[in-house]
Every structure is written in structure tokens, then in C-alpha cells.
């Protein structure tokens, strides 16, 4: 089966930064991957991590530990537009992709 | 090119209506994903096709069904509404590149449904 854990919320102001933890249980790891998804609208593909360690693209870094069952994305020089809920997110051993409930992160002036 | 189209965007049934939903895929894109996505339980997954055939199902009722067409284009379908049923229900699309560029699926804006 699948367990996908990330925090419900958090808060962070312009410029700042916030690091939003996920832990998850898989019968099979084929992967990490990470989406945005600002309110009304699709999530949006941000990362995907396949083996350990840190992959930065821009503003946004992922980080992935196999063996700690572990990820976190990494948001630095936080923007009011990063005002979203960020999705954790692993294929199952049947290849089926299962999200996380989301981290609403709320980026204050 | 254009994105994952899906129709409507929003509708209103009452209980014991049935409903169906059409998602367009990225072009060239063969593999079809269907989440229903809610407040309480987020993004939940429905079921994947594959050239026309079912590969993967989630832990939903059989009131809820799918179909895929010769082009890739989806249909899911939602027989008995009940008002648990509302929800915004997103499609997905991948490129079944079969390793793990088959899982970065793109969204559709989604059906936002309610059920009153």
C-alpha cells in the first residue's frame, strides 16, 4: 500500500524561506515527484526524484532520502505567487500515482 | 501544443442523476488518468487507461466508470449521483514512455461537480 505524509499548512513571509516535509510508505520506490497547485486551477509538475540527494531547479529544490523514506521541497526567496498547496506524490507498485492531502503554504507580505 | 482539455468545466446534478465527464489528452500522449479531488480527502485516484484499456483502478464504487476511445480521448461516468459525489474531478495525461517519464502526468483544469 501506499502512506503519504505531509504537514496540512504553513505560513511564511516574502523572501523567506519554507521547507515542506513528506514521508512516505511504499511497497516499491519508483520515484518522488513533487506538483503545485494554486487554488482553482491544475496542479502543475514540479520535481521528480529518483535517487538520493538534492536536485535544485531555481527556486524551488527537492531533496529525496531512499532510505529515510523521506522528501522535502525547498522553496527560498518565497513570492505572493507561491501562495499554493504543494502535493507530495509516489507511484504505487502497480505504477498508479498517489498524492499526499497537500501542504497549503500561505506566503504573507 | 495544447494542453489536457476537459468538458464541462462546471455542472450541477441532483441525487440519483448519472454524469458524464470528457477529457481531450495532450496530443501523443497515450495514457489517461482519472483523480477526484475534494476539501477532506484530496486527490484520490479513479482509474488509469491505456490504449483503450483499463490498467489501473482505484477503491471507488462501480458507479463510477471510464472508457477510452481510438483518439485517447476519456469518458468517465458517475451512475446514482449521491451528494459524496461532489467533487472536482481531474484527468491526467503521460507519455507511456513505460520508465519514470510515464508518471509526470499533466492536469486538465478538471469537471468541478455538485451534487445537490
Known amino acids: 500500500g501506499q502512506n503519504i505524509d505531509q504537514p496540512t499548512e504553513m505560513t511564511a513571509t516574502e523572501g523567506a524561506i519554507v521547507q515542506i516535509n513528506c514521508t512516505y510508505q511504499t511497497s516499491g520506490f519508483n520515484g518522488l515527484f513533487w506538483y503545485q497547485q494554486h487554488a482553482g486551477e491544475a496542479p502543475t509538475f514540479l520535481s521528480y526524484?529518483?535517487?538520493?540527494g538534492l536536485e535544485e531547479k531555481g527556486r524551488f529544490s527537492s531533496f529525496l532520502s531512499r532510505s529515510k523514506g523521506y522528501s522535502y521541497l525547498l522553496l527560498k526567496e518565497l513570492q505572493m505567487k507561491d501562495s499554493a498547496s504543494y502535493l507530495c506524490a509516489a507511484p504505487d507498485s502497480w505504477g498508479k500515482l498517489q498524492f499526499g492531502a497537500g501542504t497549503q503554504v500561505v506566503v504573507t507580505p | 501544443k495544447a494542453g489536457v482539455t476537459q468538458t464541462p468545466r462546471y455542472l450541477i446534478k441532483t441525487r440519483g442523476q448519472q454524469v458524464t465527464l470528457s477529457c481531450s489528452p495532450i496530443?501523443?500522449?497515450?495514457?489517461v488518468s482519472w483523480y477526484q479531488q475534494t476539501p477532506g480527502q484530496g486527490l484520490q485516484f479513479l482509474f488509469e487507461?491505456?490504449?483503450?484499456?483499463?490498467?489501473n483502478k482505484g477503491n471507488f464504487p462501480g458507479r463510477f466508470s471510464g472508457r477510452q476511445f481510438s483518439n485517447s480521448r476519456s469518458e468517465m461516468n458517475v451512475s446514482t449521483l449521491e451528494l459524496g459525489d461532489s467533487a472536482l474531478y481531474l484527468c491526467?495525461?503521460?507519455?507511456?514512455?513505460?520508465?519514470?517519464?510515464?508518471?509526470?502526468?499533466?492536469f486538465g483544469a478538471g469537471s468541478r461537480l455538485t451534487v445537490l
Open positions: 491526467a495525461s503521460s507519455f507511456p514512455s513505460g520508465g519514470p517519464g510515464a508518471n509526470v502526468l499533466t
Open positions: 487507461y491505456f490504449s483503450e484499456t483499463q490498467r
Open positions: 496530443s501523443g500522449h497515450r495514457s
Open positions: 526524484n529518483v535517487l538520493d
